[in-house]
């Protein structure tokens, strides 16, 4: 086992790593990070108050605003039934906090932010393309 193999992109992390849906790509900020520990705490609180117990926290909605104001930082190739739809915060509250994309969308877009794969530095990728090559 190489050490270098397992290590992450800090730029990823912090400004998002592309994640493929389809022929969309979304970028996505790493979930587990302390910065995005800290978003999360701040979303939950503004949601459920400062007092709220995490037990009666509904994940779906807490992590579909955490993909709106902190976990996806852009996308490209998005369309709705009127073509294409650039990225906004807006847009993205209305995807995100949707119920009909907690289940679908959200949960591949945090699954996906979860996945260290996803945010390996590029040098290292490089490096296990080859590898696997051989």
Do not use: C
């Amino acid at each position: 086992m190489n050490l270098s193999d397992y290590r992450e992109s800090k730029d990823k992390q912090q400004n998002g790593s592309p994640i493929y849906v389809g022929s969309a790509v979304f970028y996505v900020r790493r979930l587990g990070t302390k910065e995005s520990q800290e978003a999360l705490k701040n979303i939950k609180q503004a949601l459920y108050g400062p007092f709220h117990k995490m037990q009666d926290v509904d994940n779906n909605r807490l992590y579909g605003h955490w993909l709106t104001e902190y976990g996806v930082t852009n996308w490209e190739g998005v369309n709705d039934q009127d073509g294409e739809l650039a990225y906004s915060k807006d847009a993205a509250r209305n995807i995100f906090t949707n119920p009909d994309y907690f289940l679908s969308l959200n949960d591949i877009l945090i699954t996906a932010a979860l996945r260290f794969e996803n945010y390996l530095a590029e040098e290292t990728q490089t490096d296990g393309d080859k590898l696997e090559k051989k």
